[in-house]
């Protein structure tokens, strides 16, 4: 198990930029896929974007694609997703967890999150 640490949202108007991070705990992150999921208020947590144990091959959700990039650097334990032309169907809470890739299968644990609100 990996202990997750999300960061980076705050408040952006429509059409601007976030860098969210994820600092895991733990010797095996670079074992791990790993994902960001979003939840809206009154909404299911659902899935933003993914990347293997590697960082060789990455998949997105169809309403980020082309806006949102996940990275990983596996020296420092941090997954990342930036953010690009955001838009307000965007706002919620924001988590990172480990994953079956091919699924999207959540894992573990998820951490605290990070809220992202984008204003109109």
């Known amino acids: 198990q990996v202990q997750l640490v999300e960061s980076g949202g705050g408040l952006v108007q429509a059409g601007g930029s976030l860098r969210l991070s994820c600092a895991a705990s733990?010797?095996?992150?670079?074992?791990?896929?790993m994902g960001w999921f979003r939840q809206a208020p009154g909404k299911e947590r659902e899935f933003v974007a993914a990347?293997?144990?590697?960082?060789?091959?990455?998949s997105y959700a169809d309403s980020v694609q082309g806006r949102f990039t996940i990275s990983r650097d596996n020296a420092k334990n941090t997954v990342y997703l930036q953010m690009n032309s955001l838009k307000p169907e965007d706002t919620g809470v924001y988590y990172c967890?480990?994953?079956?890739?091919?699924?999207?299968?959540?894992?573990?644990?998820w951490g605290q999150g990070t809220q992202v609100t984008v204003s109109s």
């Open positions: 990347i293997t144990f590697s960082g060789g091959r990455t």
């Open positions: 733990g010797r095996t992150f670079n074992t791990y896929s």
């Open positions: 967890g480990t994953i079956i890739y091919n699924s999207r299968a959540p894992i573990g644990n």
